[in-house]
């Protein structure tokens, strides 16, 4: 891994010419995304870089680690530590309007090693900007502005990385664009990429589960069955009222024929997300919010465990306490929040008795984060979380403790 | 450096924890957990095996069918209670003593799902059949440790005694893989059955291995004959892993019953007794020896005699198994009774399809040799038969 990442460094030194476009590689990050006129498309590039005079490459990444003490219907492993992941960003100017940047994350100590996005981007015009390489679908708002201390809460939202299969990554091409216009900012990106396979109705999580298909790395070099995965989003944005997204994904994800031989029909999985950043001026809140729907073509002969529709979403509300100078901090954050979530793995009925499949879970978390300085979070979360089996049984609950930190480095 | 208050600082933290983290529910609010008294030893082994029975999923990379009913064990038990109507099976092919006519067209079960691509076996016109809803698996290993000399002591096969029941042990052949038990009776080289809904399993290794092999579509050395293609195919589960499956379900618990204090609940035992469901549901059984020792010589309360019974042409759904009559049915188990709903989405599904949706439509069901019994429940005074479905709520 080393060799790769000093590889990819050595590239990108050497194939940059151009100055940095200082107004894309920004020192500062942005913790209200609500007050500038950035979209969540921006997030890739919406990051504190270090950047080096004369040298056209800037750097950057972000930590997180978390201590948690969770328990499950009485029963607790305890107190647990884990690294959950440190990331690494490489960007290059290499014109004006050509720009390059990488995200190479280790998740879990190193157990886990993913380039989430490495892609060129070649500006044509701001309104048709191609880009090229290993992706993040655009697909909700989580999976392009996942970064941890972005978020006052050390688990990732339920729906975004179990329902939907953030951090969604795959290697393709597409165009985007954004124009604004007095208070309004619209933007929209469109993508062909390698997609999903047939692990997400036949996996060990024994329901329907997209986030399986991240397992076959094979996806970054060839298609599982020679069908692009297209995902689209638009959003527009007011300076006043916030972001609104809407987005959708989809594709064919079996592997219905080989050598010409045909196995199967075309089973299609289909995605539709909305997603809300907004906030209340004058109290200084912000809320971010998503909600999704899957579809995915089961067959009838398979088993009900595995769900033709999944739906869920979750809704984060942040109350700035205080701002001002703590313990030596000028300028930090303390704020209360709350996270409340919730995801239907299986939306349907049995054939059987026609009464409601379960398979759900909810959940909510209140949280205190203090944010010395606007990249670097300290958060300490309850987690009351309840789970309720495919029959709709008694749910198993779990609940406890965590404290993290996550920060741009 | 490490200072005094950190670790007071430390232990207010977990103590806090602990206090933020949800109870355990009631010990005997649970069907699923093991039975008391095991070694150390023996708590790996149970854990081993119920991450094989609960968590491993099969799929198609992994030997899933490709014809099945379900993707893991636990699937068709949840909580280790019993099943659901989305998880029952189709047995057929046998209409009598004589054994089953249709094992060469996918008997004695139908896998009715499939992996994608692939047709799924459908029931073959006019075979009889029956439906077969996944039974109660907690205290298996305490039903398995009964020897075969009380069950013969207590069958009456002609009814000598004139007491309306005739129960009869159901005389199986024995796997070659099945150990004989230590104290087994064979009868013209068969051995008594005492496990599924006709008693016509002799053993839990019987049980696991069929139920891999006809449930999931999965081969062992055990039961090497693929369901889909009827061929002999190479073990897609370690022999070790069914193993421990079958120590799994012989070391979970017996169910414990609740409220026993109550005067409704002692009245309702003594209702039960005196209209006579006590003569095929036995209540006290005992073990014989057993090589895990929390299980041998316990007395233990499960309601069953684990004999077959005649109950009538209402339940006669024609099809059977082993040297049973189509009418005849293994008496289940009551224990575990009133927690059922928890397993089977908030709603009773009892007898052997699951076609009862109560207590009392269960034994308004009942015919044959438990006709009596359910007769002299239906001239029950209503507070008596309050009393007597409260007891049987608390098993």
């Known amino acids: 891994m080393k060799h790769a990442l000093a590889l990819l460094f050595a590239l990108c030194v050497g194939a940059a010419a151009a100055q940095i476009d200082s107004t894309l590689l920004v020192s500062p990050p942005a913790p209200d995304s609500t007050r500038t006129p950035a979209l969540n498309m921006d997030a890739v590039y919406n990051r504190p870089f270090l950047t080096f005079d004369k040298i056209p490459v800037s750097l950057g990444g972000y930590v997180e680690a978390k201590v948690q003490h969770l328990g499950t219907d009485g029963v607790n492993d305890g107190t647990s530590f884990a690294l959950q992941r440190m990331t690494l960003f490489v960007a290059s100017s290499i014109h004006r309007r050509i720009k390059f940047l990488s995200e190479i994350e280790l998740e879990e100590g190193g157990k886990e090693i993913a380039i989430e996005f490495a892609a060129l981007d070649l500006e044509f015009h701001p309104l048709l900007n191609l880009r090229g390489g290993i992706v993040m679908n655009p697909i909700g708002a989580f999976n392009q502005n996942h970064d941890g201390p972005k978020w006052e809460f050390n688990d990732r939202p339920l729906m975004a990385v179990r329902m939907l299969p953030a951090t969604w990554s795959n290697v393709g091409f597409g165009v985007f664009g954004k124009r604004s216009s007095g208070p309004w900012t619209f933007g929209y990106e469109a993508y062909l990429t390698n997609g999903f396979d047939a692990s997400i109705i036949g996996n060990s999580e024994d329901r329907t589960s997209l986030p399986a298909a991240k397992r076959n790395a094979e996806r970054f070099t060839e298609s599982s069955n020679g069908m692009p995965l297209t995902t689209a989003k638009v959003a527009v944005r007011h300076q006043r009222f916030g972001e609104i997204g809407i987005s959708t994904m989809g594709g064919v994800y079996n592997q219905f024929q080989v050598d010409g031989l045909v196995l199967d029909k075309r089973r299609r999985v289909d995605v539709i997300a909305i997603d809300v950043n907004t906030g209340i001026k004058p109290w200084g809140t912000s809320l971010i919010g998503e909600w999704a729907w899957v579809m995915v073509d089961v067959p009838a002969t398979y088993t009900q465990q595995y769900g033709s529709a999944q739906r869920g979403g979750f809704l984060d509300i942040v109350q700035p306490l205080y701002k001002g100078t703590i313990l030596g901090f000028a300028d930090a954050v303390l704020n209360l929040a709350v996270r409340g979530e919730y995801v239907d793995w299986n939306v349907g009925t049995f054939r059987e008795t026609n009464t409601r499949i379960g398979d759900e879970v909810w959940a909510i978390a209140p949280a205190i984060s203090f944010r010395p300085?606007?990249?670097?979070?300290?958060?300490?979360?309850?987690?009351?979380?309840r789970a309720v089996d495919v029959l709709g049984n008694p749910p198993s609950v779990t609940g406890g403790l965590q404290f993290g930190i996550s920060s741009y480095f | 450096m490490f200072r005094g208050y950190h670790a007071v600082f430390i232990t207010l933290f977990a103590v806090a924890c602990s206090k933020l983290e949800p109870a355990a529910p009631a010990e005997d609010s649970l069907l699923d957990g093991p039975v008391e008294g095991l070694s150390?030893?023996?708590?790996?082994?149970?854990?081993?095996?119920?991450?094989?029975?609960?968590?491993?999923?099969?799929?198609?990379?992994?030997?899933?069918?490709?014809?099945?009913?379900?993707?893991?064990?636990?699937?068709?038990?949840?909580?280790?209670?019993?099943?659901?109507?989305?998880?029952?099976?189709?047995?057929?092919?046998?209409?009598?003593?004589?054994?089953?006519?249709?094992?060469d067209q996918g008997g004695p079960q139908v896998q009715h799902r499939a992996v994608p691509g692939v047709a799924p076996e459908v029931l073959p016109d006019n075979a009889p059949s029956a439906r077969f809803l996944p039974p109660l698996n907690t205290g298996l290993g305490f039903l398995d440790a009964v020897s075969d000399a009380d069950l013969l002591a207590w069958a009456d096969e002609h009814d000598a005694d004139g007491d309306g029941i005739s129960g009869r042990p159901n005389w199986v052949e024995r796997k070659t893989y099945s150990p004989l038990r230590a104290d087994a009776v064979e009868q013209a080289g068969q051995v008594i059955g005492r496990f599924g809904r006709k008693g016509a399993v002799y053993d839990l290794l019987q049980q696991t291995a069929n139920a891999y092999n006809q449930d999931i579509g999965v081969v062992s050395q055990f039961e090497p004959i693929d369901p889909y293609t009827h061929e002999e195919q190479d073990p897609e589960i370690a022999a070790a892993t069914v193993h421990d499956v079958v120590f799994y379900l012989r070391t979970l618990k017996a169910p414990i019953q609740r409220d026993k204090d109550n005067p409704?609940?002692?009245?309702?035992?003594?209702?039960?007794?005196?209209?006579?469901?006590?003569?095929?549901?036995?209540?006290?059984?005992?073990?014989?020896?057993?090589?895990?020792?929390?299980?041998?010589?316990?007395?233990?309360?499960?309601?069953?005699?684990?004999?077959?019974?005649?109950?009538?042409?209402?339940?006669?759904?024609?099809?059977?198994?082993?040297?049973?009559s189509s009418a005849e049915w293994r008496t289940p188990a009551l224990w575990g009774l009133g927690l059922f709903p928890d397993s089977q989405g908030g709603t009773y599904f009892l007898l052997h399809d699951g076609r009862a949706h109560s207590i009392a439509e269960a034994i308004d069901l009942h015919g044959g040799e438990g006709q009596a019994a359910r007769d002299a429940y239906q001239a029950l005074p209503a507070s008596d038969r309050d009393k007597l479905l409260r007891f049987l709520q608390s098993l």
């Open chain 2, 264 to 324: 409704d609940v002692i009245a309702g035992e003594a209702v039960f007794h005196t209209i006579g469901c006590g003569n095929c549901h036995r209540a006290e059984l005992r073990t014989g020896p057993s090589p895990i020792a929390a299980l041998a010589h316990r007395d233990f309360r499960p309601f069953t005699d684990l004999l077959l019974h005649d109950m009538g042409p209402g339940l006669d759904d024609g099809y059977t198994e082993g040297s049973a």
């Open chain 1, 373 to 385: 300085v606007p990249g670097t979070v300290l958060r300490l979360n309850y987690r009351h979380e």
């Open chain 2, 40 to 103: 150390n030893e023996e708590h790996l082994r149970f854990l081993r095996g119920d991450v094989a029975f609960n968590d491993e999923v099969f799929h198609a990379d992994n030997g899933l069918g490709p014809v099945f009913v379900a993707t893991r064990c636990g699937s068709c038990h949840a909580g280790d209670g019993p099943g659901h109507p989305s998880t029952t099976l189709t047995r057929f092919g046998q209409s009598d003593a004589n054994g089953n006519t249709y094992l």
